[in-house]
């Protein structure tokens, strides 16, 4: 049986002292219930802080954790300052929720931080197996997956955010920045709540370590990172049981009872900034306002629970909330009705539950949440199907609950107008929508959310697995000994991005002192014969290589020259007028874009663009192109940051079988972007091909870097 290793801030356990005694309690959050679901396959660990500091004589209770796979993490009161009241609380929190006016830098917390990651890495290595499955959970921990990489490079690592990952112009204001990036990259596999966060992330990842992303997956030195949205479920099965026990009813009833039978609107949170809960009383004061008609017919249930109750910024809003709700009672309330019922602690699980069930509306108005399962847990709870939630659309839940009535938080008018709507909302509609949404978290589950985790964690190792066996530099020993016993050998080789780094500018990427001293080697072995295969126009090439014996492929194909003999294979036309000029609307659209034309065709470069803006001309752009070119013999070649437009039936793959028609003892060719699968497609079969960079290729090889391949070829060279 493998073993799953959970590494999170706090370990599932309330720790209790008890006249000068101390003892432990199991606490079971929805995590632990999910991996109930996978405990036949596993055992599980977890390691975490105890939430205490333990004194000398509590070493005995640690045992005793141990022997229950509980593995504490032991920190000072001054760690937990600065590690968790501090840098999680005050500087992450706020940030990572698009509160930057609340976030705090300070130094000292960052080393705090440090520290503690540095602390839990200690605790883990211990203890950790080599085939363990180490799952690391939450922002407390962001540096740990690379400090556990580089004690054991092997490991399988999983990181699982819980709170929303914020837009690069939120995380570019962090001093630590690049740290946490380059924490975080040290998992195999990065999961968040929904797919806006995965985009925030990744491109942070490109800004600022400048890797890019194919369908989510990173090269990270030799390792594939992959980064993918698991929307966290809840444990369906137990909120379903609990709210149709007996005891639940008999609550129900009192509930209703108590608040007169009136219709019940609910809100549950902890008393967090983030919850928007002034904003929410203020829409229910509108809501009062506006249809006056449902005074003294409806009773707010506002339910939290205390949090961070020594942060300013807390205190600070429970003053705010309670003179909200002081106001709004004593504005419109009287003898007989209260219109917000004001619950500030925790209650037991059952006391919840049948709040849901009572209640005809969940009011959930965070300005900002990673998810929030509160949500899902009052849909679940409504085993009739009766009930309507309002959900605020900057929560992770709504991407899911799309059958709620989804608002913007910020609009009190439009939360006013969702009350009434909720309120007269026809009883088989509500039941469609709910069971709708049931159904959904019925099956996406906190178990299977569990187990997608882990299954996704074992692909991307298969992955990492086969990639490894591509690495050409694996296997770099066979090549140079078929080159080396070979006496008739073709080298097909792609220019820009393969023997060259792509340079902002295309005009700026001539041969360096370097690529020309491997050319002029490489072509002057008479045995070999050594062609660069390029996008690039005829004239550009023969001005770099007209000194060097090698023959060039033009244009993708437009033109060759073979035995320092140019030749077309493509005529001249005039179709570029009109196409042209729709290139240049989008250069106009697109800042940084520009124009490149050639004697064949016509390309649009949007590498110098901002990345996620180029992204979304192009495909503009090719929907535009592709109606456009309808009908005609146009193709349009989608490249690395390039669209370009030529005469179909012009490609590298055709161009090479020129060469390729001769016998060879020895075939290679290297190219980095999708025009080169063209020429990989036609390649004899026992031919070396390899794609630069990361991404599905027919190519059998692969190497990271131009760096790398330029390494290759100088090995050649000595032989
Ligand atoms: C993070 C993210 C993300 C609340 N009051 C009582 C009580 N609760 C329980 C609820 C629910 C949980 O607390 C709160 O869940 P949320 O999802 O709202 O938020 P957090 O767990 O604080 O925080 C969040 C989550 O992680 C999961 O990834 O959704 O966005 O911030 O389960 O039921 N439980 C009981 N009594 C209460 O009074 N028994």
Redesign the pocket.
């Known amino acids: 049986m493998g073993r799953l290793l959970i590494v999170s801030n706090r370990l599932p356990v309330t720790v209790v002292r008890k006249k000068g005694k101390s003892n432990f309690q199991p606490s079971v959050?929805?995590?632990a219930t999910g991996l109930a679901s996978v405990s036949k396959r596993y055992s599980t660990l977890w390691v975490g802080w105890s939430g205490i500091e333990m004194n000398s004589e509590e070493k005995i209770l640690e045992a005793r954790m141990r022997s229950e796979g509980m593995y504490p993490v032991n920190l000072s009161k001054s760690e937990v300052n600065g590690y968790y009241h501090g840098f999680c609380n005050k500087t992450i929190w706020p940030l990572f929720h698009n509160f930057p006016q609340y976030a705090i830098y300070n130094e000292k917390w960052w080393d705090a931080y440090k520290k503690v990651n540095e602390k839990f890495q200690a605790v883990v290595t211990e203890m950790a197996e080599s085939d363990d499955i180490i799952w690391i959970h939450?922002y407390h921990l962001m540096l740990l997956p690379n400090l556990l990489r580089e004690e054991v490079s092997e490991a399988k690592i999983g990181f699982?955010l819980?709170?929303?990952f914020p837009p690069f112009e939120m995380f570019r204001l962090l001093p630590w920045r690049r740290d946490l990036l380059e924490g975080l990259l040290g998992a195999d596999l990065i999961g968040f709540?929904i797919y806006d966060y995965v985009q925030n992330f990744l491109q942070c990842i490109h800004r600022l370590l400048g890797y890019e992303h194919e369908l989510g997956r990173l090269i990270v030195e030799d390792r594939i990172v992959k980064v993918d949205a698991f929307p966290?479920g809840?444990d369906y099965d137990k909120f379903e049981s609990i709210t149709s026990s007996p005891e639940v009813e008999e609550e129900v009833k009192r509930i209703r009872k108590r608040l007169g039978g009136r219709r019940i609107i609910l809100s549950?949170?902890?008393l967090d900034y983030?919850k928007g809960i002034p904003l929410r009383l203020e829409a229910f004061d509108l809501f009062l306002d506006k249809y006056p008609e449902y005074v003294g017919k409806v009773t707010f249930v506002l339910?939290l629970?205390p949090s961070r109750t020594r942060v300013e910024h807390y205190v600070q809003l429970k003053k705010y909330v309670d003179e909200l709700v002081g106001k709004i009672n004593g504005k419109y309330g009287d003898i007989e009705w209260v219109p917000v019922q004001y619950?500030y602690?925790?209650?037991?699980?059952e006391?919840?539950i049948a709040l849901y069930r009572a209640a005809d509306i969940a009011l959930i108005t965070?300005l900002r949440?990673?998810?929030?399962?509160?949500?899902k847990?009052f849909i679940a709870s409504k085993i009739d199907g009766k009930g309507a939630l309002i959900l605020s659309e900057t929560?992770?839940?709504a991407f899911e609950l799309v059958e709620a009535i989804i608002v913007n938080p910020n609009d009190k008018e439009r939360v006013a107008e969702a009350l009434k709507i909720a309120l007269e909302m026809p009883e088989d509609e509500q039941i469609n929508r709910n069971r709708t949404m049931q159904e959904r978290l019925k099956r996406y589950n906190v178990e299977k959310w569990v187990e997608d985790f882990i299954q996704e964690l074992d692909k991307i190792k298969e992955v990492q697995h086969e990639f490894s066996t591509k690495y050409l530099m694996r296997d770099a020993n066979n090549l140079l000994k078929d080159y080396r016993d070979s006496s008739k050998r073709l080298l097909l080789l792609d220019y820009d991005g393969t023997l060259v780094p792509h340079a902002d500018d295309p005009r700026k990427a001539e041969p360096d002192e370097e690529l020309v001293g491997i050319l002029t080697e490489l072509s002057s072995d008479r045995r070999n014969t050594v062609v660069i295969v390029s996008g690039r126009d005829r004239k550009t090439l023969e001005g770099w290589f007209k000194n060097l014996n090698v023959d060039l492929v033009a244009e993708h194909g437009a033109a060759v020259r073979r035995g320092g003999e140019w030749r077309l294979v493509e005529g001249v036309d005039d179709w570029k007028e009109s196409i042209r000029q729709v290139l240049e609307l989008y250069v106009d659209r697109t800042p940084g874009s520009f124009i490149e034309e050639k004697e064949f065709s016509i390309v649009w470069h949007y590498r110098k663009a901002n990345p996620e803006l180029g992204r979304r001309r192009a495909a503009e752009l090719e929907s535009v192109l592709m109606s456009l070119i309808a009908g005609t013999d146009l193709n349009i070649l989608k490249g690395d940051k390039v669209i370009e437009v030529r005469k179909a039936g012009v490609d590298k793959g055709r161009a090479a079988l020129e060469w390729l028609s001769d016998d060879w003892e020895f075939v290679l060719a290297a190219g980095n972007d999708v025009t080169d699968e063209d020429l990989f497609s036609v390649l004899p079969e026992n031919s070396y091909s390899i794609k630069i960079g990361f991404g599905p290729s027919r190519a059998k090889y692969y190497l990271r870097s131009v760096h790398e391949l330029r390494s290759v070829l100088k090995k050649l060279q000595r032989l």
Do not use: C, S
């Open positions: 959050g929805g995590l939450d699982f819980h709170i929303p709540h966290m809840i549950v949170d902890r983030t339910k629970v619950i602690r925790f209650l037991p699980l006391k919840l965070p949440d990673g998810m929030n399962l509160v949500a847990e929560t992770g839940a």
